[in-house]
């Protein structure tokens, strides 16, 4: 068939649906049939699953096969497309649109997902022979680039296609993704690489990253953004003193009252703790409608996660709450409406998820914020203001992770072998290993092929091996515990939850179940479960007798402000005089803080100084996120401990941090600005933390990645204690015999970054010297400082008697009892 006649036939398939293809789509349809690769930038809802789908469609009905169902799985053409996902959420529903296209349109292609959610036989069936188009995973495509037949596998691609790349971009999955693409380039010459993104602030970075460094490629922009119609659910009392969680499930009633005026619609909280709660809370106040609510988190077990994806799709789920494992989604199962509960944290982040309402063109997309303290009302409606304008936050690549490296280069060759120089260029054709160097690469062969100097001594660690020139796999062994451990995604040491019967619920963090004694009673995967016992890899439960219990609680939950939305957040206080109606809820809050201490303007840094009865306290405003926050806290108390014998207590939040000492802070109002210097600032803070004990505890993680320590089988996990016990070993031998070893400076440096985002960190006190540093003098906690006090409250008493005290703290100083502060 001719190209002409291809097309025709695409358009035929819209016309059929009363669908006309936006330009945007036609080009990159065209471009792809070009040869050309490119970045498909358009918002949510336009099709950009359409615009890449039919590229490659087009081209494949040159092929006789594609036009008549085979008889037999090795009648169709080989593997052809290979479509990368980064959530296996997504795969199910995204094969099952793009297999129902090519029934029509390309019957002789075979369409099916594979990740690790992927049935024994299905696996089996691929090994054999892959499916002319393949939905999958970066890990789960990695996998199969890490066997001999790699390169008969790959051989035949036409097209590779990485959905949500925004999501992948400054991750290690991203990094491994540059990399996975860059290996997929040089098995298959002339290879198409198509990215789809809705919401990047930087596409020509992206796109490099996409298609590799110095690599011809093309954006093709989508229509302007979609009209999103965002407003937030005001409280009746939005009160003069916040603090954390003070609103939240109380507005629960008034959620659930919007939510009867819909059929559909997804209730995204920001953990897994907060959507057992909340669904827990939707079951209560709508009993007789407990079946359509579902919950929906990455650590439910596969099956419910599933049928609870279906129930979305066919619409017999009215609720369903949501963690990010549903972020993104595809162009087949759109809600009414959307929920944010607290602060979506980015702007990027509440426009895709405000996507997944009006999933369409022409559509608007609804979503309802719901704050679980009064400040972030001021972020609901910062973040609508730079909706407005598209204003999203730019992702970088990282550089130069070398443990992804090592198990990139573990990964090719196994996967058919290598010639170390052929490899070498291909690694530096991507952004993150484009300034690797030639003594890098040569540490990083001799850590593949023997451990490296320190670790030569261990045959285990002998995974690649040199043959005329070629490095190929080592051990059958190591070639296992490799393709077991292929991946990125930080671990926090999980167990399985089982119940007596045997039936598996999920995975809780093993940190969580170590503070639970047998007998106690927690929250989990939408139940209440008593635990029994622990065992090696599993902990066992029974229904419990009582309704309430503590709910699970999960480390992978952080999710710092971001840059883009608190530098929006300075704007709107600086900008309160406006008929916002956040702000006009806010205006009690406002005048009362500005009354008694001052609103900052975007120039400036507010410190309240406040005396009480513990000590003298310095609450600063920087409003950069809590990780930058908590950089901050490290690097003054430890530059004031350097200039007097003082004992500094701190607390931070996403709007600032506390500083308290019960002698005094001993800081002139005109020395905040020499303490907030960037001068020496890594000295300052390796000295301020037991920086060794920080990166022994990271180095866990990669030495994971790089496979220096494995997991165990499956089902035969090794606990946390175990693999921090292996990584620790392994830790000592490099410091003592290795000191300079490539995975030890990056054990240090992303510690850094990953405790205290170092990079954001001296960015912000760059930021900070341009601004003019304002001191107030508080006779009391205003409400700007009243959260961080709450918070601090928090950490001495248990969570009762803390609202108890919380709440006396708030009548007292309602009433403008002046006891518990004084100026000085």
Same mark, same amino acid.
């Given at each position: 068939?001719?190209?002409?006649?291809?097309?025709?036939?695409?358009?035929?398939?819209?016309?059929?649906?009363?669908?006309?293809?936006?330009?945007?789509?036609?080009?990159?349809?065209?471009?792809?049939?070009?040869?050309?690769?490119?970045?498909?930038?358009?918002?949510?809802?336009?099709?950009?699953?359409?615009?890449?789908?039919?590229?490659?469609?087009?081209?494949?009905?040159?092929?006789?096969?594609?036009?008549?169902?085979?008889?037999?799985?090795?009648?169709?053409?080989?593997?052809?497309?290979?479509?990368?996902?980064?959530?296996?959420?997504?795969?199910?529903?995204?094969?099952?649109?793009?297999?129902?296209?090519?029934?029509?349109?390309?019957?002789?292609?075979?369409?099916?997902?594979?990740?690790?959610?992927?049935?024994?036989?299905?696996?089996?069936?691929?090994?054999?022979?892959?499916?002319?188009?393949?939905?999958?995973?970066?890990?789960?495509?990695?996998?199969?680039?890490?066997?001999?037949?790699?390169?008969?596998?790959?051989?035949?691609?036409?097209?590779?296609?990485?959905?949500?790349?925004?999501?992948?971009?400054?991750?290690?999955?991203?990094?491994?993704?540059?990399?996975?693409?860059?290996?997929?380039?040089?098995?298959?010459?002339?290879?198409?690489?198509?990215?789809?993104?809705?919401?990047?602030?930087?596409?020509?970075?992206?796109?490099?990253?996409?298609?590799?460094?110095?690599?011809?490629?093309?954006?093709?922009?989508?229509?302007?953004?979609?009209?999103?119609?965002?407003?937030?659910?005001?409280?009746?009392?939005?009160?003069?003193?916040?603090?954390?969680?003070?609103?939240?499930?109380?507005?629960?009633?008034?959620?659930?009252?919007?939510?009867?005026?819909?059929?559909?619609?997804?209730?995204?909280?920001?953990?897994?703790?907060?959507?057992?709660?909340?669904?827990?809370?939707?079951?209560?106040?709508?009993?007789?409608?407990?079946?359509?609510?579902?919950?929906?988190?990455?650590?439910?077990?596969?099956?419910?996660?599933?049928?609870?994806?279906?129930?979305?799709?066919?619409?017999?789920?009215?609720?369903?709450?949501?963690?990010?494992?549903?972020?993104?989604?595809?162009?087949?199962?759109?809600?009414?409406?959307?929920?944010?509960?607290?602060?979506?944290?980015?702007?990027?982040?509440?426009?895709?998820?405000?996507?997944?309402?009006?999933?369409?063109?022409?559509?608007?997309?609804?979503?309802?914020?719901?704050?679980?303290?009064?400040?972030?009302?001021?972020?609901?409606?910062?973040?609508?203001?730079?909706?407005?304008?598209?204003?999203?936050?730019?992702?970088?690549?990282?550089?130069?992770?070398?443990?992804?490296?090592?198990?990139?280069?573990?990964?090719?060759?196994?996967?058919?072998?290598?010639?170390?120089?052929?490899?070498?260029?291909?690694?530096?054709?991507?952004?993150?290993?484009?300034?690797?160097?030639?003594? !890098?690469?040569? =540490?990083?062969? #001799?850590?593949?092929?023997?451990?490296? +100097? /320190?670790? %030569?001594?261990?045959?285990?660690? &002998? *995974?690649?091996?040199?043959?005329?020139?070629?490095?190929?796999?080592?051990?059958?062994?190591?070639?296992?515990?490799?393709?077991?451990?292929?991946?990125?995604?930080?671990?926090?040491?999980?167990?399985?939850?089982?119940?007596?019967?045997?039936?598996?619920?999920?995975?809780?963090?093993?940190?969580?179940?170590?503070?639970?004694?047998?007998?106690?009673?927690?929250?989990?995967?939408?139940?209440?479960? !008593?635990?029994? =016992?622990?065992? #090696?890899?599993?902990?066992?439960?029974? +229904? /419990?007798? %009582?309704?309430?219990?503590?709910? &699970? *609680?999960?480390?992978?939950?952080?999710?710092?402000?971001?840059?883009?939305?608190?530098?929006?957040?300075?704007?709107?206080?600086?900008?309160?005089?406006?008929?916002?109606?956040?702000?006009?809820?806010?205006?009690?809050?406002?005048?009362?803080?500005?009354?008694?201490?001052?609103?900052?303007?975007?120039?400036?840094?507010?410190?309240?100084?406040?005396?009480?009865?513990?000590?003298?306290?310095?609450?600063?405003?920087?409003?950069?996120?809590?990780?930058?926050?908590?950089?901050?806290?490290?690097?003054?108390?430890?530059?004031?401990?350097? *200039?007097?014998?003082?004992?500094?207590?701190?607390?931070?939040?996403?709007?600032?941090?506390?500083?308290?000492?019960?002698?005094?802070?001993?800081?002139?109002?005109?020395?905040?600005?020499?303490?907030?210097?960037?001068?020496?600032?890594?000295?300052?803070?390796?000295?301020?933390?037991?920086?060794?004990?920080?990166?022994?505890?990271?180095?866990?993680?990669?030495?994971?990645?790089?496979?220096?320590?494995?997991?165990?089988?499956?089902?035969?996990?090794?606990?946390?204690?175990?693999?921090?016990?292996?990584?620790?070993?392994?830790?000592?031998?490099?410091?003592?015999?290795?000191?300079?070893?490539?995975?030890?400076?990056?054990?240090?440096?992303?510690?850094?970054?990953?405790?205290?985002?170092?990079?954001?960190?001296?960015?912000?006190?760059?930021?900070?010297?341009?601004?003019?540093?304002?001191?107030?003098?508080?006779?009391?906690?205003?409400?700007?400082?009243?959260?961080?006090?709450?918070?601090?409250?928090?950490?001495?008493?248990?969570?009762?008697?803390?609202?108890?005290?919380?709440?006396?703290?708030?009548?007292?100083?309602?009433?403008?009892?002046?006891?518990?502060?004084?100026?000085?």
């Amino acid at each position: 068939m001719s190209e002409r006649g291809a097309l025709d036939r695409v358009e035929a398939w819209f016309a059929a649906r009363g669908i006309e293809p936006f330009p945007y789509q036609r080009e990159a349809w065209r471009r792809s049939l070009a040869g050309e690769s490119g970045l498909i930038h358009a918002p949510t809802g336009c099709g950009k699953t359409h615009a890449a789908w039919f590229g490659p469609l087009l081209a494949g009905w040159a092929d006789e096969r594609a036009r008549r169902k085979p008889r037999r799985r090795a009648d169709a053409p080989p593997l052809t497309v290979l479509w990368i996902t980064p959530m296996r959420a997504l795969a199910q529903d995204l094969g099952a649109g793009l297999a129902d296209v090519a029934a029509e349109l390309a019957p002789g292609w075979i369409v099916e997902v594979r990740t690790g959610d992927a049935s024994s036989a299905l696996r089996a069936r691929q090994s054999r022979r892959l499916p002319t188009v393949l939905v999958t995973t970066p890990e789960s495509a990695c996998l199969l680039l890490a066997h001999e037949t790699a390169p008969e596998r790959f051989g035949a691609l036409h097209t590779v296609v990485v959905d949500e790349w925004h999501e992948l971009l400054g991750t290690k999955r991203g990094t491994q993704t540059e990399l996975l693409l860059a290996r997929l380039r040089a098995l298959a010459p002339g290879l198409r690489t198509w990215g789809l993104s809705a919401t990047l602030g930087d596409p020509r970075l992206a796109l490099e990253a996409l298609v590799g460094v110095g690599a011809p490629g093309v954006v093709v922009a989508g229509p302007k953004a979609r009209e999103i119609d965002c407003r937030t659910i005001l409280p009746d009392d939005a009160g003069r003193f916040p603090w954390a969680g003070h609103l939240g499930l109380h507005l629960a009633e008034q959620v659930a009252a919007e939510l009867d005026a819909v059929p559909s619609a997804i209730v995204f909280v920001n953990t897994r703790s907060q959507a057992e709660r909340w669904f827990q809370a939707f079951r209560y106040l709508r009993y007789e409608r407990q079946a359509e609510i579902g919950l929906h988190h990455g650590s439910i077990e596969r099956d419910e996660r599933l049928r609870i994806e279906r129930g979305m799709a066919d619409g017999s789920l009215w609720i369903t709450v949501a963690t990010s494992s549903l972020d993104l989604g595809v162009d087949f199962a759109p809600v009414e409406l959307v929920v944010q509960v607290g602060s979506p944290k980015g702007i990027a982040r509440l426009a895709q998820r405000a996507g997944r309402s009006g999933h369409g063109p022409g559509r608007v997309s609804r979503v309802l914020g719901v704050p679980t303290h009064a400040l972030e009302l001021v972020e609901f409606a910062a973040a609508r203001r730079a909706l407005a304008r598209s204003s999203f936050e730019g992702r970088e690549p990282l550089l130069r992770p070398f443990d992804v490296l090592a198990q990139h280069v573990v990964t090719v060759a196994l996967g058919g072998g290598f010639v170390a120089a052929e490899l070498l260029a291909e690694v530096r054709g991507t952004v993150a290993y484009r300034e690797l160097t030639d003594d !890098e690469w040569q =540490r990083i062969l #001799a850590f593949c092929c023997f451990g490296g +100097p /320190a670790l %030569s001594a261990y045959e285990r660690f &002998a *995974r690649i091996r040199e043959e005329k020139g070629r490095y190929v796999g080592g051990s059958r062994l190591a070639a296992r515990d490799h393709r077991m451990a292929i991946g990125t995604i930080a671990s926090f040491g999980s167990l399985r939850v089982v119940l007596r019967n045997g039936r598996e619920l999920g995975s809780v963090e093993e940190l969580f179940l170590g503070r639970l004694a047998p007998g106690e009673a927690f929250t989990f995967a939408g139940r209440t479960v !008593e635990l029994v =016992r622990v065992e #090696a890899d599993k902990a066992v439960v029974r +229904p /419990a007798r %009582s309704k309430a219990g503590k709910v &699970a *609680r999960w480390m992978g939950g952080r999710m710092p402000l971001s840059n883009r939305l608190a530098h929006e957040i300075r704007e709107v206080l600086g900008s309160v005089g406006g008929r916002n109606p956040e702000l006009v809820k806010l205006r009690p809050l406002l005048a009362r803080q500005r009354e008694a201490s001052r609103l900052p303007a975007a120039d400036e840094l507010l410190i309240e100084r406040i005396r009480l009865p513990d000590g003298d306290h310095a609450f600063l405003f920087p409003i950069a996120g809590r990780l930058v926050h908590e950089g901050l806290a490290t690097l003054l108390s430890y530059r004031l401990t350097r *200039r007097a014998a003082v004992t500094v207590v701190s607390t931070c939040s996403d709007w600032g941090l506390s500083l308290g000492a019960r002698r005094g802070l001993g800081v002139a109002d005109d020395e905040w600005t020499e303490l907030l210097s960037g001068e020496n600032l890594l000295e300052d803070i390796l000295a301020s933390l037991d920086a060794a004990g920080l990166a022994r505890r990271h180095f866990r993680e990669v030495a994971r990645v790089a496979g220096l320590v494995h997991e165990g089988h499956p089902r035969r996990r090794k606990t946390t204690r175990q693999l921090q016990a292996s990584a620790g070993l392994v830790y000592d031998v490099l410091v003592k015999h290795e000191p300079d070893s490539l995975l030890l400076e990056q054990a240090r440096r992303e510690a850094l970054e990953r405790s205290l985002e170092f990079t954001r960190l001296r960015a912000t006190l760059a930021e900070l010297a341009e601004r003019r540093v304002v001191v107030t003098r508080p006779a009391r906690l205003t409400p700007f400082a009243f959260p961080l006090w709450a918070d601090k409250v928090r950490e001495h008493v248990s969570s009762e008697s803390w609202e108890e005290r919380v709440r006396a703290m708030v009548e007292t100083l309602e009433a403008g009892d002046g006891v518990l502060g004084g100026a000085r």
